[in-house]
C-alpha cells in the first residue's frame, strides 16, 4: 500500500499529520512509538521576537469545539531553534515549520535563519498575519498573499506552503494567488474569527475579546473550501477543520486534499491522529486502494 | 499519542455528602507515580459535549486513584452517572506537585474553599509521616451540606478550623475570619492552598501582611493539560504560566490573582 505524498522535492511517508498550535510542548508525555508513524510534524508558529501571547481566559468551549486567542505565544525564531527544534528533530520525522512575520522584513529573517538549519521539511507560512497599511490580514488580500509567498519562495531552500484564513469572501483568489507566486503547497483552513459573550458580567469571555472558532463545528466548511480550493489550483493541499476521525480525514481527501492535520481534536483525544492514519489504511484495503493518489479528489458526481 | 492516555474502569462512585461525590478508579499506572497537587483530565462524553475534558486533584492514591467532586456542570453531571465497571478515558498524571516543606517548618496550615478541599486529603496522608509537624486544615464552605465529614483528616492529626457563610456549622463568614485563630511564624509556617480565586487572594495577604511562605494550587479552563494549546495559562510575577504544566501548584507569593 502506498501512502507517500509529495509536496515539492520533500516526500511524506504517509498523509497524516497535525495542525500548528495544536501538538508538542512536553516530550515527556510523547508515545515516541507512536508520533513516529505520522507523516510529518508542525509545531506552533514562530515569529521573529518572542512573543508573550494574550491575556487569559484565553481558551473557552463552545458546542462540537472551541476559541482561542493564544496570541501566538513562542519564544521567538532563535528561542525556538536553540530549544525546540532539537528535541522535534528527535524524533525523526520530517518537520514542517510554520512562521508568521508582522511585515516583510521579519518573513526575510524567518525563511534565512531556518535556512541556516538542518532537518527542516517545508516551510508553513501562517498568513493570517498584519497587513501593513490595510485593515486586512495578508491571508485576505490576494496581492499580499502573492508578495509575501514569492518572497519566501525566492529565498527558502525548502518547498514553502501558505497557510490560508476560511475569514475571507471567496478562498479560491487566495489560494490562486499563492500558486502564482509559486507556493508548493497550500494549507487549509486556520481558524474562524468568533466570540462568546458571558452574558452575566455582559463581557466578551475571552482577554483579547475576539478568538478563532476551532473543532468539528468547522469541519463541514473546511470541507467545501478544501473541494473549492482543489478545484481551483493544481498544488497539494494539506487540510484541516475539525478531524475527529478517520472518515473525517477520508472527507478531505475525497474533497482533494493530500494531507490531512489533526488540530483541535488532539486535546480531546491525544490518540486520534494514529486513528485517523489506522483508519486511512482499513479503508484503503476495504476498497481495494493501492496508493493514496488513487482517492485524492476522487469525488463522485452526484 | 500520548502515553499517559488510558482507559481504566470504575471501581465505585458515590454520594459522600449531600453536595460531594467521591469517584474511585482502578489506575495503577497513574497510582504509581500521583503526587498530591497533580491532577488528571478526565473525558467526561462519550460523544463532543461538553467538549473539553476536565481537570480534577487526585483526592486520595491508596489502592485506587480517587477524585472528589461537586456535579455543577454537564461534565460533573456526565461523570455522576458513572457506575461500577464503566470505562473512563484518563489522562494523567499531570502537572507540578506541592512541594513537601522543608525541614525547618514546623506548622503546615493548609486553606481550603468548596471543592479545594480536594487536593489536601492525600497531601495529608503523605506530610502526617513527618515528625514533629503540626498540620492544620481551615476550611471554608457555603453552607452545612458542603462541608465534607472531616473524618479522614481527622486520623491524620489534622487540626480543623471550619467556617460557613450562613454560620450553620463552625464560624460565620469567610475562611479568612479563621486566620487570626492561627499563629504563625514566617520561619516554621508554611501555607498551602486550594479554592476559588477571591479565597486565594486573600490566603496571598495574609501571607504578605506576615511574611509568609506558600503555594497555591490554581484553576484555569484547560483543554489538553498537556502544555500544548497555551490556552490555560495565568499571570505571575514571572510572565505568563500554564496552569496544566508549570502548575497547577505555584508560589503563592508570585501568583498575580485577578
Ligand atoms: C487543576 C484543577 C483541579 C481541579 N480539581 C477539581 C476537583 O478535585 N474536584 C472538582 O469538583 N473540581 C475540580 N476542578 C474544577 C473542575 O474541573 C470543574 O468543576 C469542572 O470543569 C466543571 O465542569 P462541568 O462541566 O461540570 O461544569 P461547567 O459547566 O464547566 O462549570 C460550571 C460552573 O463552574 C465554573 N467553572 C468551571 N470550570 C472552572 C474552573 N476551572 N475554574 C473556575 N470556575 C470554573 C463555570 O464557569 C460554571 O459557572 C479542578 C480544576 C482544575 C483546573
Ligand atoms: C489552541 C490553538 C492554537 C493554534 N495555534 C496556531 C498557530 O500557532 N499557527 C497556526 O497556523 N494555526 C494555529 N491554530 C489553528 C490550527 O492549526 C488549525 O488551522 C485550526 O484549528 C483548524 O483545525 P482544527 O479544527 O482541527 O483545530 C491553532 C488552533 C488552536 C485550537
Ligand atoms: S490546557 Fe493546554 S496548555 Fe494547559
Redesign the pocket.
Known amino acids: 500500500m502506498n501512502l507517500s505524498i509529495n509536496i515539492g522535492n520533500t516526500t511524506f511517508r504517509n498523509p497524516v499529520t497535525v495542525?500548528?498550535?495544536?501538538f508538542g510542548h512536553a516530550e515527556k508525555y510523547y508515545n515516541l512509538d507512536e508520533v513516529k508513524q505520522l507523516g510529518a510534524i508542525v509545531p506552533?508558529?514562530v515569529t521573529l521576537p518572542a512573543q508573550t501571547g494574550n491575556p487569559p481566559q484565553r481558551?473557552i468551549e463552545t458546542p462540537s469545539?472551541?476559541l482561542?486567542a493564544?496570541g501566538?505565544e513562542n519564544p521567538g525564531v532563535d528561542g525556538f531553534i536553540e530549544k525546540k527544534l532539537p528535541t522535534f528533530k528527535k524524533i525523526g520525522i520530517p518537520l514542517i515549520i510554520?512562521i508568521l512575520g508582522h511585515n516583510d522584513d521579519q518573513f526575510r529573517i524567518l525563511t534565512e535563519k531556518f535556512n541556516a538549519v538542518d532537518g527542516i521539511a517545508a516551510l508553513?507560512l501562517?498568513l493570517?498575519c498584519p497587513n501593513l497599511g490595510h485593515k486586512t490580514l495578508v491571508a485576505q488580500d490576494p496581492e499580499a498573499t502573492f508578495r509575501v509567498v514569492k518572497l519566501v519562495k525566492s529565498l527558502s531552500r525548502v518547498p514553502v506552503i501558505a497557510?490560508l484564513s476560511p475569514n475571507v469572501t471567496d478562498i479560491t483568489v487566495i489560494a490562486k494567488a499563492a500558486q502564482e507566486a509559486g507556493a508548493d503547497g497550500i494549507s487549509l483552513?486556520?481558524?474562524f474569527t468568533a466570540m462568546v459573550i458571558d452574558v452575566k458580567k455582559r463581557k466578551s469571555i475571552l482577554g483579547n475579546f475576539t478568538g478563532?472558532l476551532?473543532?468539528p463545528a468547522?469541519?463541514p466548511i473546511?470541507v467545501h473550501m478544501v473541494h473549492q480550493v482543489a478545484k481551483t489550483v493544481n498544488i497539494p493541499i494539506i487540510a484541516?477543520?475539525?478531524?475527529a476521525t478517520a472518515s473525517d480525514a477520508l472527507e478531505f481527501l475525497i474533497a482533494g486534499a493530500s494531507m490531512v492535520?489533526?488540530?483541535?481534536?488532539n486535546f480531546v483525544n491525544p490518540r486520534a491522529p494514529l486513528e485517523v492514519l489506522q483508519g486511512i489504511k482499513e479503508y484503503m484495503k476495504e476498497n481495494k486502494i493501492d496508493d493514496i493518489k488513487q482517492l485524492i479528489g476522487n469525488l463522485h458526481k452526484n | 499519542m500520548s502515553k499517559i492516555q488510558n482507559i481504566f474502569k470504575v471501581v465505585s462512585n458515590e454520594k459522600l455528602c449531600p453536595r460531594f461525590f467521591r469517584l474511585c478508579i482502578d489506575a495503577k499506572s497513574i497510582l504509581k507515580k500521583i503526587q498530591p497537587g497533580q491532577f488528571i483530565h478526565i473525558r467526561a462524553t462519550d460523544g463532543l459535549e461538553p467538549f473539553f475534558r476536565r481537570p480534577f486533584s487526585v483526592y486520595r492514591a491508596q489502592k485506587y486513584v480517587e477524585i472528589f467532586y461537586e456535579p455543577i456542570g454537564p461534565g460533573t453531571k456526565n461523570l455522576a452517572l458513572k457506575k461500577k465497571g464503566d470505562d473512563i478515558d484518563v489522562l494523567g498524571p499531570l502537572g507540578t506537585p506541592f512541594s513537601l516543606p522543608s525541614k525547618n517548618i514546623k506548622q503546615v496550615v493548609m486553606i481550603a474553599g468548596g471543592i479545594g478541599i480536594a487536593p489536601f486529603l492525600a497531601f495529608s496522608d503523605i506530610l502526617k509521616k513527618k515528625k514533629n509537624l503540626e498540620l492544620i486544615l481551615l476550611y471554608g464552605g457555603r453552607t452545612k451540606g458542603h462541608v465534607y465529614p472531616m473524618k479522614e483528616f481527622k486520623a491524620n492529626g489534622v487540626k480543623i478550623l471550619v467556617a460557613t457563610d450562613d454560620g450553620s456549622i463552625g464560624a460565620k463568614g469567610r475562611v479568612s475570619e479563621l486566620f487570626s485563630k492561627v499563629k504563625t511564624d514566617p520561619k516554621t509556617t508554611f501555607l498551602y492552598t486550594c479554592g476559588p480565586t477571591p479565597m486565594m487572594a486573600a490566603v496571598q495577604a495574609f501571607a504578605k501582611k506576615y511574611n509568609l511562605q506558600g503555594e497555591a494550587a490554581c484553576e484555569e479552563v484547560m483543554?489538553c493539560a498537556l502544555g500544548a494549546?497555551?490556552?490555560c495559562s495565568i499571570k505571575t510575577t514571572e510572565g505568563y504560566k500554564t496552569v496544566c504544566y508549570d502548575g497547577p501548584v505555584f508560589d503563592l507569593n508570585k501568583v498575580i490573582f485577578h
Open positions: 495542525a500548528s498550535g495544536t506552533k508558529t481558551i469545539g472551541m482561542n493564544i501566538i510554520s508553513e501562517n493570517s497557510k483552513i486556520n481558524t478563532g476551532s473543532g468547522i469541519r473546511a484541516m477543520g475539525g478531524i492535520a489533526v488540530g483541535t481534536m | 483543554a494549546c497555551l490556552g
